[in-house]
């Protein structure tokens, strides 16, 4: 595909955002990716791009925080994942890219429907059970394949553990770096991963651990509610451009 300037500074945002995302500031920032990526090619296109790209950040993510995962939601996670990564590939590669495009807008949406709404989740009154984990990994892992929106899924149901951050993190950073391995192999059957851009676009991959180094120091630095009303306007925009476009 032919790539021009403005082609050129999506690619580079993208690889941002990855980082950003991997070195801690979550899926609400991934949930930006395909999208955004979408803009210039076909949504199983870019969800290939966007899978090489996040596999990358997922080496820098897991240097980061690396032996800070909680095992015990990781076995309950995992298991189910492995189910929702395999559905939510047969949807994506079976699914006209117009169709998907709607599914994208909508899956895009909930994400900041359900960033208004995560606030509440520290404070409500919550009884754990095992079924919990098995669907949030389901639900993560499929949702992640069909769209790179497992952000919220995996973190509403993390949250809800009351964990230590790091713990938090790097739970979090490992299933999500198991959950796009998994992907992989489906990917390349189905031609997803354009090997020919990738190579093309190497000079954005150094932009990836700047990313990810970013995302750490903002953790403590950013006002987390002007980054949320940020990221909610940017999530609608994107939502709303992949329904009506």
Not at 35 to 61: E, K, R
Not at 149 to 165: E, I, R, S, V
């Amino acid at each position: 595909m032919p790539i021009d300037l403005k082609t050129s500074l999506i690619f580079a945002l993208t690889a941002l955002l990855v980082g950003l995302a991997k070195g801690g500031l979550g899926g609400v920032v991934g949930a930006m990716v395909v999208p955004l990526l979408s803009t210039t090619m076909p949504v199983l296109q870019a969800s290939g791009l966007a899978l090489s790209l996040l596999l990358v950040g997922d080496v820098f993510a897991l240097r980061l925080y690396w032996k800070q995962w909680d095992m015990k939601y990781l076995r309950l996670m995992l298991p189910a994942g492995v189910i929702g990564v395999v559905m939510g590939l047969l949807l994506l590669t079976s699914l006209p890219d117009q169709v998907l495009r709607r599914l994208l807008g909508i899956m895009t949406l909930v994400v900041a429907l359900y960033k208004l709404a995560s606030d509440s989740l520290t404070q409500v009154t919550y009884t754990p059970r095992g079924w919990h984990g098995i669907l949030a990994g389901w639900l993560a892992a499929f949702t992640s394949a069909l769209a790179n929106a497992g952000g919220p899924p995996a973190t509403a149901y993390l949250l809800l553990q009351k964990m230590p951050p790091l713990a938090f993190l790097g739970t979090f950073s490992l299933f999500f770096a198991v959950v796009n391995f998994l992907k992989l192999p489906g990917f390349l059957t189905a031609r997803a991963i354009d090997l020919s851009l990738l190579g093309s676009l190497l000079w954005v991959l150094p932009l990836i651990p700047v990313g990810v180094w970013l995302g750490k120091q903002l953790l403590t630095r950013l006002n987390p509610k002007a980054f949320e009303r940020l990221m909610l306007v940017l999530l609608t925009y994107a939502g709303v451009s992949l329904l009506l476009g």
